[in-house]
């Protein structure tokens, strides 16, 4: 993934850096009754320098090849965070994760943002296989991967976070080969 | 030393379970050498297991896992010989998740070894480490493995596909799964 990479007229991702962790940090800070329900973390995420470390070890991950998370800036404005994590060379395979602020919900940011990072997995890390993990009640995390064409593979018991309890986790993923077939009848 | 180590189990008037040590080295390695063949297909580390040196690396490598509460690996004894291992790997404490993996030598197969030493570690991890989950994590066509789960009650939960690893290459990995409750349930009807 470039530094920074424009997605369309509206959508740019850039590598999250220590000078975004103020304007992710308020974008939490606003969201934080919604977003809490299947993210964990945003209860420990209390102040900018909680933001600040989140962003210096996704940094590390990077410089390991490991994953990286970039911000989703839509027209100008932080609206979420999009990132690849647990990257394994021998599999071959990557894991993406993400979430998006209430109000930018409902125009396709994260569809659009989703297919970019795949078609960059496969293309250009050459990875064989991308795999999505949602909460089962988590039907807009959920659309994601079912609209991209991804393939539904199990439920795994109890392994996803919901508002303080555990439910089932739904792996969804899809196959490089896969991949460059749906690209080829969009 | 946390009790999870200290795990150690007689499972039939033959068979122990012991934690692993780097003394298991030599006899591991040698069953290893004459069980290659048979081990390789399915067990990715067999390939790079050239040595007893690369055993002891082994070895130590699941006992640095019990110091970080990641796991731990015992050697099966049967009879007094070295058998194969099974142990507890990536426990994840967020959901209280452990997978169970084991190993056996080929003529050690078919007495039911695994089976009872699953059945052991599954009444560990859910009495005294009060884990939520158990899962095993195995090959599609890896039938004798997969009878394990099977015969103990585990729930398919799903194959992700081209995951697992096969003579070098990968393919899908079937998930099963086992939760507290179900295991207690499962036990206690067992002794009735």
Known sequence: MMFAQRIDDEIKLRIFDERHAAESFALVDSNREYL???????????????????????????????????????????AGTIGVNSINRF????????????????????????????????????????????????????????????????TLRMLAYHDGKREGLVVYGMLASEWRALQGQR | MTGQAMFHARIDDRTELRPAEEEDAEAAFSLVE?????????????????????????IQYARAQVEVLNGFTCSIWHEGRFAGAVGLNSVNWQFRCAEIGYWLGEEFEGKGIVTRACRALLNHVFDEMWLA???IHVGVTNTRSRAIPERLGFVEE??????????????DLVVYGILADEWRALSHRSHE
């Open chain 2, 34 to 58: 004459r069980d290659r063949d048979h081990l390789r297909e399915y067990l990715q580390w067999v390939e790079g297991c050239r040595s007893i040196v690369d055993m002891l690396a082994l």
């Open chain 1, 91 to 154: 599999n071959r395979k990557a894991e993406i994760g993400y979430w998006l602020g209430e109000e930018f919900q409902g125009k396709g940011i994260m569809t659009r943002c989703c297919r970019a990072v795949v078609t960059y997995l496969f293309d250009d890390q050459q990875l064989e296989k991308v795999e999505i993990h949602a909460a089962e009640t988590n039907v807009r995390s959920r659309a994601i991967p079912m609209r991209l064409g991804f393939v539904e593979e199990g």
């Open chain 2, 158 to 171: 799903g194959t992700l596909r081209l995951k697992a690893y096969h003579n070098g290459e990968t393919e």
């Open chain 2, 133 to 135: 989950k158990a899962e």
């Open chain 1, 36 to 78: 809490r329900e299947y993210m964990p973390w945003v209860d420990d995420t209390r102040f900018d320098e909680d933001t600040r470390a989140f962003i210096r070890r996704s940094r590390a991950d990077m410089a390991n090849e490991n994953g990286f998370a970039a911000g989703i800036w839509y027209r100008g404005n932080l």
